[in-house]
């Protein structure tokens, strides 16, 4: 799984209160049944999310709900049987990038994901 993930951080800052961004997940290269998925992420609370350019849903989060959340949308897109430590890195590597660059995972921090790039953009 290739995970993109965009945040903004206001200049000068370090980490924000309220993280939001984008999140684009490409099918995997080699299963012709997975779909793209692009996450809208408000907040800590609120998501919106589509399949392959289809109509969004929205649904609320929180961080007690979110892994089950997230690893229904990747089974819904055609991942199979997503594995829980997949999904909660995957998730801290998103957060980590709309929280700002403190809270960024970068190389070698990750035991279940690569992470390819890590750069922070700010307003």
């Known amino acids: 799984m290739t995970i ?15 993280p939001s961004g984008n999140v684009e997940i490409p099918p995997l290269a080699n299963q ?13 609370t609120h998501l919106t999310y589509r399949y392959d350019g289809e109509d969004a849903s929205a649904v609320e989060w929180d961080f007690r709900t979110r892994n089950a959340i997230f690893a229904d949308i990747l089974s819904q897109a055609g991942y199979n049987q997503p594995n829980a430590d997949e999904v909660e890195e995957s998730l801290d590597v998103m957060y980590g990038v709309m929280y700002g660059p403190k809270a960024m995972r970068l190389k070698g921090q990750t035991k279940f994901l690569r992470v390819i790039e890590a750069k922070p953009s700010t307003e």
């Open 4 to 18: 993109s993930a965009t945040g903004v951080v206001p200049v000068g800052a370090d980490i924000v209160d309220v």
């Open 32 to 44: 012709e049944n997975t779909k793209h998925i692009t996450l809208m992420i408000k907040d800590e």
